[in-house]
C-alpha cells in the first residue's frame, strides 16, 4: 500500500542553522506531496504541497522539491528560527474514488536561540 | 468561526462511559475525516467522509462510531473504550474528494480513558 517515511526525530539545531527533513514515499500512481506542521497544542496545518513531478512547494522560506525519480520530498530551510520548533509531517495524497492523505510518522523539530 | 472547530479540546471519561466528540467546518467542504494521534505512531485514518457518505473505515473498533448528519458535522461517539484509545483525535475536511486538495485540521480533542 502507499505509505511515507520520514527521517527520525528529534533534531534540534541552532537558530540560523540549514534544515533537511528527509521524506520518500511508496505510492501507485502518481500523488500530491504535502508538509503539514504542527506546533504545541495545535492541529495540522498546511506549510507546503506539490502536485506533480519537479513541482516546487515553498511557503515561510521552507521548500521542498517533488522528485519522482528518487521518490523524495525533503523539507529544507536556509536558516531557522526559534520559532520552527514544531513537529513536521510528510504526506501524500491519492485519488482512489475519496481523497486519502497518508503521513509519515513525524519529525520533532526543536530550535535553540 | 473560520475553519475546522472540535470539542471539547479535551476530554477525560472512564471506561464504561458514552461520550462524542464533534466537529464543525466552516469552509464549505464536501469530505470529512477522522484521525487518531497516538504517541510516536503515525496518523492513523479512522474514518472518511464524501458528501455525508462514509467512504472508508480503517479497520476501526466498533466502540469507535462516526456520525455524519450533513456535511458541515461529524461527530465519533465513544462507548467502552480502553485505555490505549487515549490520543489526540484530529478532525479534517477537504473541498472535494475527487481532487488533489490538502485537507484542513481542527486543533483536536486530547481524550484520555481511565
Known amino acids: 500500500g502507499d505509505s511515507v517515511t520520514q527521517m527520525e526525530g528529534p533534531v534540534t539545531l541552532s537558530e540560523e542553522a540549514c534544515l533537511t527533513i528527509?521524506?520518500?514515499?511508496?505510492?501507485?500512481?502518481?500523488?500530491?506531496l504535502f508538509w503539514y506542521v504542527q506546533y504545541p497544542g495545535e492541529g495540522l496545518q498546511l506549510l507546503l504541497k506539490?502536485?506533480?513531478?519537479?513541482d516546487k512547494g515553498s511557503n515561510k522560506g521552507f521548500e521542498a522539491t517533488y522528485r519522482k525519480e528518487t521518490t523524495s520530498f525533503h523539507l529544507e530551510k536556509g536558516s531557522v528560527q526559534v520559532s520552527d520548533s514544531a513537529v513536521y509531517f510528510c504526506a501524500l495524497s491519492t485519488n482512489k474514488g475519496a481523497q486519502k492523505l497518508v503521513f509519515g510518522q513525524g519529525t520533532r523539530l526543536t530550535i535553540n536561540p | 468561526e473560520t475553519g475546522v472547530t472540535q470539542t471539547p479540546r479535551h476530554l477525560v471519561m472512564g471506561m464504561t462511559n458514552k461520550k462524542s466528540l464533534k466537529c464543525e467546518q466552516h469552509l464549505g467542504h464536501n469530505a470529512m475525516y477522522w484521525y487518531k494521534q497516538s504517541a510516536k505512531k503515525p496518523l492513523e485514518l479512522m474514518f472518511v467522509y464524501n458528501f455525508k457518505e462514509q467512504t472508508e473505515n480503517n479497520s476501526v473498533p466498533s466502540r469507535f462510531s462516526p456520525e455524519c448528519p450533513n456535511s458541515s458535522h461529524l461527530f465519533l461517539h465513544l462507548h467502552t473504550l480502553q485505555p490505549e484509545d487515549s490520543a489526540l483525535y484530529l478532525c479534517?475536511?477537504?473541498?472535494?474528494?475527487?481532487?488533489?486538495?490538502?485537507?484542513?485540521f481542527g486543533q483536536g480533542t486530547r481524550l484520555t480513558v481511565v
Open positions: 479534517a475536511s477537504s473541498q472535494d474528494p475527487g481532487a488533489y486538495t490538502e485537507a484542513f
Open positions: 528527509n521524506c520518500t514515499y511508496t505510492a501507485t500512481g502518481y500523488p500530491s
Open positions: 506539490a502536485t506533480k513531478a519537479d
